[in-house]
């Protein structure tokens, strides 16, 4: 497959729980991008990565959340003390260079009980 | 904190018919708009962009509209078919690249056949 995919495609947990979401890019995609999507809502931003580095990471709500893109491909979420609030469409996408289309994947739906 | 905004949550269209979208901006420094359609369950799939220097841009089926003095952006879908049926989102970039998108809050278009 081409495309960007993201797993799990769902995933529930318990409030307080440590989460791990993984995004595979495109291959050669230099720009990695998270998005938190809720229901009914555009999605919005988290981080960006230029390679390994992240080049803007403003949009992380808290210190709850943070993401690695140790070897410049392959990207993971990790929410700490999941909360309710956390539930939503985690998206992410990638981008041959910041300059360039982004290709979204298709998310994973994280559920917070 | 400045945004993105829709006029219309849901616009119902006939088939064949063209359908408008509409939406509101209202950072004046944004230099670069973008249209995005995710159908359910998918992430979001780009259409068109255009650069605040231009007032039109054309692509197959779509033309999106960029009124910079009343920060309007539309996008219009001419002979609207069923396979357009999605949410649409507009979204922009305070620079002509991709790595901050802020997305407004979407538009759903349901097409009658």
């Known amino acids: 497959g081409a495309g960007v995919s993201q797993t799990p495609s769902n995933k529930v947990t318990e409030k307080g729980k440590y989460v791990e979401l993984r995004c595979d890019p495109i291959?050669?995609?230099?720009?990695l991008y998270w998005y938190r999507q809720s229901l009914g809502q555009g999605p919005e931003f988290l981080i960006y990565?230029?390679?390994?580095?992240?080049?803007?990471d403003s949009g992380l709500p808290n210190d709850r959340f943070f993401a690695v893109r140790p070897e410049g491909s392959v990207s993971t979420l990790k929410i700490q003390r999941t909360e309710r609030g956390d539930s939503a469409v985690y998206l992410c996408?990638?981008?041959?260079?910041?300059?360039?289309?982004?290709?979204f994947g298709p998310g994973t739906r994280l559920t917070v009980l | 904190g400045e945004s993105v905004g829709l006029h219309l949550p849901t616009l119902s269209v006939q088939e064949g018919d063209n359908s408008i979208i509409n939406c509101a901006y209202s950072?004046?420094?944004?230099?670069?708009f973008i249209w995005y359609k995710q159908e359910s369950g998918k992430g979001p799939q780009f259409i068109i962009d255009?650069?605040?220097?231009?007032d039109k841009r054309q692509g197959q089926r779509v033309t999106v509209l960029l009124n910079k003095t009343v920060k309007h952006l539309s996008l219009q879908i001419a002979a609207t078919q069923p396979g357009d049926s999605a949410v649409y989102f507009c979204?922009?970039?305070?620079?002509?690249?991709?790595?901050?998108?802020?997305f407004g809050p979407g538009t759903s278009l349901s097409v009658i056949p």
């Open positions: 979204a922009e970039s305070p620079e002509t690249s991709y790595d901050k998108v802020i």
């Open positions: 255009i650069r605040s220097n231009m």
């Open positions: 291959s050669g995609h230099t720009a």
């Open positions: 996408a990638s981008s041959f260079t910041k300059d360039n289309e982004q290709f």
């Open positions: 990565f230029q390679g390994t580095g992240a080049a803007d």
């Open positions: 950072n004046s420094a944004s230099d670069y």
